[in-house]
T-cell receptor, first 109, second 112 residues
Framework: RKEVEQDPGPFNVPEGATVAFNCTYS??????FFWYRQDCRKEPKLLMS???SGNEDGRFTAQLNRASQYISLLIRDSKLSDSATYLC??????????FGDGTTLTVKP | DAEITQSPRHKITETGRQVTLACHQT?????MFWYRQDLGHGLRLIHY???????NKGEVSDGYSVSRSNTEDLPLTLESAASSQTSVYFC???????????FGPGTRLTVT
């Protein structure tokens, strides 16, 4: 079983839709959590950190459930420009970063 | 503006040759990382460094080496390139050990 697991998708949604991605992790020592976005053939870019209390950045909401060991990303009012692969990243305090394989989102007109 | 750069962006080499990929960051981050990304495997950690003269092996370090002689640079060397090392290589840096990482644009390496 992988340490960080994501549904690979693809998720195909129309513009304006709400879409949610989940990510589960197995290392209970994990301390920090992030969502990255990766466009085709380009480098991953930080989308947002994930805090215990949940956090929002415009149309994006991230949540953490430590008891169940999963994090989620909700995208509201999807735009064509949201089409990308979304990577879940889990870090331990010892500096180990584990990346999920990513979930692919395609937003269609 | 601070940035992280990689060179070359594309390289084709032959099996058995030594290849060095450069990574340079101006964030003044202590922590630097090398990953490879292949279809079906996501990002896998090759080597990482938490400061000058510090280097550590990641999960797929066989056939690769790094050195850290200053804060800004972490070159990745493939000692004897193999076709299995054809991949996209990303360098990253971070300010704290468990903090967010900032990635370079990647190097696409083909070993023929």
């Amino acid at each position: 079983r992988k340490e960080v697991e994501q549904d690979p998708g693809p998720f195909n949604v129309p513009e304006g839709a709400t879409v949610a991605f989940n990510c589960t992790y197995s290392n209970s020592a994990s301390q920090s959590f992030f969502w990255y976005r990766q466009d085709c053939r380009k480098e991953p870019k930080l989308l947002m950190s994930v805090y215990s209390s949940g956090n929002e950045d415009g149309r994006f909401t991230a949540q953490l459930n430590r008891a169940s060991q999963y994090i989620s990303l909700l995208i509201r009012d999807s735009k064509l420009s949201d089409s990308a692969t979304y990577l879940c990243v889990v870090n331990t305090n010892a500096g180990k970063s584990t990346f999920g394989d990513g979930t692919t989102l395609t937003v269609k007109p | 503006d601070a940035e992280i750069t990689q060179s070359p962006r594309h390289k084709i080499t032959e099996t058995g040759r030594q290849v060095t990929l450069a990574c340079h960051q101006t964030w003044n981050h202590n922590n630097m990382f090398w990953y490879r990304q292949d279809l079906g495997h996501g990002l896998r950690l090759i080597h990482y460094s938490y400061g000058v003269q510090d280097t550590n092996k990641g999960e797929v370090s066989d056939g690769y080496s790094v050195s850290r002689s200053n804060t800004e640079d972490l070159p990745l060397t493939l000692e004897s390139a193999a076709s299995s090392q054809t991949s996209v290589y990303f360098c990253a840096s971070s300010a704290s050990v468990s903090g967010e990482q900032y990635f370079g644009p990647g190097t696409r390496l083909t070993v023929t």
